[in-house]
């Protein structure tokens, strides 16, 4: 009898250790589509530079609270897990910029200065350990 209470109750532990598993997975994969869609819902999509913009902050703000670390140019690196890295193509001199290149140099010149032109995003990239978006390309197509 006593050895039927013990293998009962680890079969209980193992099976409430398998469901909390299973449901804490599915929260976190919610979580990764949730700020995966932050970024993912311009893809392929005409955008404005003041929303740009506010991808650019809204990049930077993720690599500040990861702690996400910086070379010595300014430009963060890229670690694999929830770095987040913003390319602007702009057409005007044929040059590509780092996000950290307009945000250094005060988000808001950007702004002024791209209010009205659009941009797409046409490649997305992602953290293969996690899912995470990693890269964001984004393309300069009015003048």
């Excluded at 032109?117 to 953290?127: A, G, N, R, V």
């Amino acid at each position: 009898m006593k050895k039927f209470i013990v293998i009962f109750i680890i079969a209980t532990i193992s099976i409430l250790a398998l469901i909390y598993g299973y449901f804490n997975f599915e929260f976190e994969r919610k979580n990764i589509a949730k700020e995966n869609l932050k970024f993912e819902y311009c893809y392929n999509k005409e955008i404005y530079g003041a929303e740009l913009a506010t991808i650019i902050n809204r990049a930077i703000e993720n690599n500040e609270k990861n702690n996400i670390s910086k070379d010595n140019k300014g430009f963060y690196i890229e670690n694999e897990q929830n770095s987040i890295k913003i390319e602007i193509k702009i057409i005007d001199n044929n040059t590509t910029y780092k996000m950290e290149t307009f945000y250094m140099n005060d988000i808001t010149k950007f702004v002024q200065n791209f209010n009205t032109i659009k941009f797409k995003c046409t490649k997305i990239e992602y953290h293969s350990q996690t899912g995470k978006i990693k890269y964001l390309y984004f393309e300069q197509i009015s003048s």
